[in-house]
């Protein structure tokens, strides 16, 4: 049973497109976030979510909008798709904000922009 | 959060310990420590964490210096599976707007 888990796993698309990645965690976490692992390979934190409620939004693209529609799922919708947007992107989720606790994160999803 | 340093790459034999160093010489009294694994392709995993003690689970150990200036991450046992890339991260757990921020981390290679 994934904790959590994120879809689609890959995801290749032409630019101009909109597309969505779902997450979803079964842990009760409070606290969801959207990370970004470039070619370069650095993460970097994009978003980060407290109850469905916005936290941080970490100089992102308005293009990039996140969507929780329960504290279990943050979404992640991407419109007008760039080539710079290639990308493998992580979700994760924390107990809570505040406190020493880890972070679990998903498996990833691979976006292509062709 | 306080800017952590380590080395870019090292190696292992399998089957002897892995000691990996951080340094965090502007830790503040309120982070953390927290050391992640990324395996190739996979998502970061959570290993340890640790504020001034040191830490041990059935991963790994994690020291800390009394100063708290640095920390080893101590695999005991360091098997092929144990490759990855390594993030050695400070986090203040009582601020709401600092979230865990990933720096280069230090490559393990495990060698038969």
């Known amino acids: 049973d994934t904790a959590v888990s994120q879809t689609p796993k890959y995801l290749v698309t032409q630019m101009g497109n909109d597309k969505s990645i779902k997450c979803e965690q079964n842990?009760?976490?409070?606290?969801m976030y959207w990370y970004k692992q470039d070619s370069k390979k650095f993460l970097k934190i994009m978003f980060s979510?407290?109850?469905?409620?916005?936290?941080i939004n970490e100089t992102v693209p308005n293009r990039f909008s996140p969507k929780s529609p329960d504290k279990a799922h943050l979404n992640l919708h991407i419109n007008s798709l760039e080539l710079g947007d290639s990308a493998v992107y992580f979700c994760?989720?924390?107990?809570?904000?505040?406190?020493?606790?880890?972070?679990?994160f998903g498996s990833g999803t691979r976006l292509t922009v062709v | 959060d306080a800017k952590t340093t380590q080395p870019p790459s090292m190696d292992c034999a399998e089957g002897r310990a892995a000691n990996l160093p951080c340094n965090h010489s502007?830790?503040?009294?309120?982070?953390?420590v927290y050391w992640y694994r990324q395996i190739h392709s996979q998502g970061p995993q959570y290993i340890i964490h640790?504020?001034?003690n040191n830490e041990t689970n059935e991963m790994a150990s994690l020291i800390i210096t009394e100063d708290r200036k640095s920390s080893t991450l101590i695999l005991p046992h360091a098997t092929l599976r144990d490759t990855a890339v390594y993030y050695c991260?400070?986090?203040?757990?009582?601020?709401?707007?600092?979230?865990?921020?990933f720096g280069g981390g230090t490559r393990l290679m495990v060698k038969p």
């Open positions: 994760a989720s924390s107990q809570a904000l505040l406190g020493a606790y880890g972070y679990t």
């Open positions: 842990l009760g976490h409070d606290t």
């Open positions: 979510y407290n109850n469905k409620e916005l936290i």
């Open positions: 502007t830790i503040s009294g309120n982070e953390y």
């Open positions: 640790g504020l001034k």
């Open positions: 991260i400070v986090r203040a757990y009582n601020n709401a707007g600092n979230m865990l921020t």
